[in-house]
Nanobody, 125 residues
């Protein structure tokens, strides 16, 4: 099991940048794939980005490809999401998640894997 605590986020103007971080605890972190999801008001939670346990592969939703970058530091047990060129439609509560594999993260649901507490990101137009 991996315990996840998120930080970062906030309010930014369209076109700006924000970073999110997720601090992990638990021995399973170093072997877990990690990911980020988001949920806008009235919408279902959607996949944003994922990274393998050793960072040799990443996967992004088409809506964020080229603008967002996921990274991890296994020594510090941290996962980051750098968000550039933000758009109002990026406004959502963002969640980090852990799962055994990249594709398990991509397919994760609130009932599967480990999840952070959520962080609000608001992009003003």
């Amino acid at each position: 099991q991996v315990h996840l605590v998120q930080s970062g986020g906030g309010l930014v103007q369209a076109g700006g940048s924000l970073g999110l971080s997720c601090a992990a605890s638990g021995r399973a972190f170093s072997s877990s794939a990690m990911g980020w999801f988001r949920q806008a008001p009235g919408k279902e939670r959607e996949f944003v980005a994922a990274i393998t346990w050793n960072a040799d592969a990443t996967h992004y939703a088409d809506s964020v490809k080229g603008r967002f970058t996921i990274s991890r530091d296994n020594v510090k047990m941290m996962v980051h999401l750098q968000m550039n060129s933000l758009k109002p439609e990026d406004t959502a509560v963002y969640y980090c998640a852990a799962a055994p594999s990249l594709w398990a993260v991509v397919r994760a649901t609130p009932d599967s894997g480990s999840w952070g507490q959520g962080t609000q990101v608001t992009v003003a137009s």
